[in-house]
């Protein structure tokens, strides 16, 4: 099977405008995590879900981010008004359970807000 | 916030073993170490994960100390291919990893 794909690999958009991010997990994996790495920094924890729930979201850095996952499966990651402060690359990651595990990551978004 | 202290940077020989340390001496009797590693431009890369016992895997070796408070990655044979950040992480489950800055790892020829 597939590992974690997430889309588009690019985005380029203007402030002030909203973006989505796509992550499929693999097939199966009932938690998915989204996590943001800024240039040359380390990655930064931003939400999980264990199926379509995410119980803590005060990783997410503003109220301008928000996250959903639906089917318990594909998880879209948004942001309104796009700021360039939010320019980055965001990883989704996924695992089988929520318990003891490895995680697979995806190859990311690469985020531009010009 | 992630509980573990790192090298910034280390310098390996390839064809030689790498050891990576890790710091960890808040670790609880349930957190795992975990060990990740991120290509340049990749997202990251699982490499192995242990709670006690030393573990072994096609990929590396880890060795926990027996207090758990320190633990040791080994990659046998380094390549210029493993030039990477290499991150140690203690958790209990997948979704509570949190990445430091860990150890950028180079590979010299």
């Known amino acids: 099977g597939a590992g974690v794909s997430q889309s588009p690999s690019n985005k380029v958009t203007e402030k002030g405008k909203d973006v989505e991010l796509r992550c499929d997990p693999i097939?199966?994996?009932?938690?998915l995590y989204w996590y943001r790495q800024s240039l040359g920094q380390g990655l930064e924890f931003l939400i999980y879900?264990?199926?379509?729930?995410?119980?803590?979201k005060s990783g997410l850095p503003s109220d301008r981010f928000s996250a959903e996952r639906t089917g318990g499966s594909v998880s879209t990651l948004t942001i309104q008004r796009t700021q360039q402060e939010d320019s980055a690359v965001y990883l989704c990651?996924?695992?089988?359970?929520?318990?003891?595990?490895?995680?697979?990551f995806g190859p990311g978004t690469r985020l531009t807000v010009t | 916030d992630a509980k573990t202290t790192q090298p910034p940077s280390m310098d390996c020989a390839e064809g030689r073993a790498a050891n990576l340390p890790c710091n960890h001496s808040?670790?609880?009797?349930?957190?795992?170490v975990y060990w990740y590693r991120q290509i340049h431009s990749q997202g990251p890369q699982y490499i192995i994960h242990?709670?006690?016992n030393n573990e072994t895997n096609e990929m590396a070796s880890l060795i926990i100390t027996e207090d758990r408070k320190s633990s040791t990655l080994i990659l046998p044979h380094a390549t210029l291919r493993d030039t990477a950040v290499y991150y140690c992480?203690?958790?209990?489950?997948?979704?509570?990893?949190?990445f430091g800055a860990g150890t950028r790892l180079t590979v010299k020829p």
């Open positions: 879900f264990q199926g379509n729930s995410a119980p803590d």
């Open positions: 097939s199966g994996h009932t938690a």
């Open positions: 808040t670790i609880s009797g349930n957190e795992y």
């Open positions: 990651a996924s695992s089988p359970a929520l318990g003891m595990g490895r995680a697979y």
């Open positions: 242990g709670l006690k």
């Open positions: 992480i203690v958790s209990i489950r997948a979704n509570d990893m949190r």
